[in-house]
């Protein structure tokens, strides 16, 4: 489930085999990627894009993701 949380998107659920890298190698073909880390010890992660376009546009083309 993903919604924008500040300058950040807010990706839930995500299972703990999945790390730093691999979401951030998934987002990355949305858009220039600035950070992606852990939100705290949730299954929750914030990824950070550089421009402000390549976040609404990941929120309007789908807010469902699955990530294999």
Do not use: M, W
């Amino acid at each position: 489930q993903l919604t924008e949380c500040d300058n950040y998107l807010l990706v839930r659920h995500v299972p703990f085999r999945l790390n730093d890298y691999n979401l951030l190698e998934y987002f990355s073909q949305f858009g220039y990627v600035l950070n992606c880390f852990r939100h705290g010890q949730t299954d929750a992660y914030r990824i950070q894009y550089r421009d402000r376009v390549d976040l609404e546009g990941i929120l309007q083309t789908n807010r469902i993701h699955v990530i294999k």
